[in-house]
């Protein structure tokens, strides 16, 4: 069965460095999303992104976050200075044709 | 605002006691009420889609219903493997998931 993969499934980094993380959605869908999961609370929506572009965002996603479908498979998400806030589990989503979103296994970033 | 509220937080069962799960939403041109189970450290595993008031869906001990205001997830006769967080959330036209905060179910053997 296809599913959404994530990598790494941990990243920590120091605040103020940049990460990228990497998602690889199922392979016929064609919106992608990012969401995180701050310990012990809500999952929120962070961005969604269709044909190559940003169709929403949320409050939470600033200038320090970028997406990019950089070639056919993968989607990443990129914090440019990451802060202590940014802790959180990150979920990458992609979705069907009868709007079922589809989630991966996460990535922990954890910024010390 | 699409809103989502689950309850109760926290939900233990004795193997076989049956119960279910609340979750009260407000959404503006709603598209779908979806069902997830989280388990500790991994991502949200889809389980159903709701539809439109009066929908039902069924899987194994799992069954969730919907109605204009609330979704129901019922779980029969549970074993310890259903033990998980089940997230609530509403998409409207815009396909974001608004979710809710989860009920934790403790199943005890």
């Known amino acids: 069965e296809p599913e959404v993969t994530q990598t790494p499934s941990h990243q920590v980094t120091q605040m103020g460095q940049e990460v990228i993380l990497r998602c690889v959605p199922i392979s016929n869908h064609l919106y992608f999303y990012w969401y995180r999961q701050i310990l012990g609370q809500k999952v929120e929506f962070l961005v969604s992104f269709y044909n190559n572009e940003i169709s929403e965002k949320s409050e939470i996603f600033d200038d320090q976050f970028s997406v990019e479908r950089p070639d056919g498979s993968n989607f990443t998400l990129k914090i440019r200075s990451t802060k202590l806030e940014d802790s959180a589990m990150y979920f990458c989503?992609?979705?069907?044709?009868?709007?079922?979103?589809?989630f991966g296994p996460g990535t922990r970033l954890t910024v010390l | 605002e699409d809103q989502v509220t689950q309850s109760p937080e926290a939900l233990r069962l004795q193997e076989g006691e049956s119960s279910s799960l609340n979750c009260s939403y407000t959404v503006s041109g709603l598209r779908g009420l979806f069902w997830y189970r989280q388990d500790p450290g991994k991502g949200p595993e889809f389980l159903f889609t709701l539809y439109s008031a009066g929908e039902e869906k069924e899987k194994e001990r799992l069954k969730a219903t919907l109605t204009k205001k609330e979704s129901f997830l019922h779980i029969t006769a549970p074993k310890p493997e259903d033990s998980a967080t089940y997230l609530c959330a509403v998409q409207a036209g815009d396909y974001k998931l608004s979710f809710g905060a989860g009920t934790t179910v403790t199943v005890r053997a």
């Open positions: 989503a992609s979705m069907g044709d009868r709007g079922q979103q589809f």
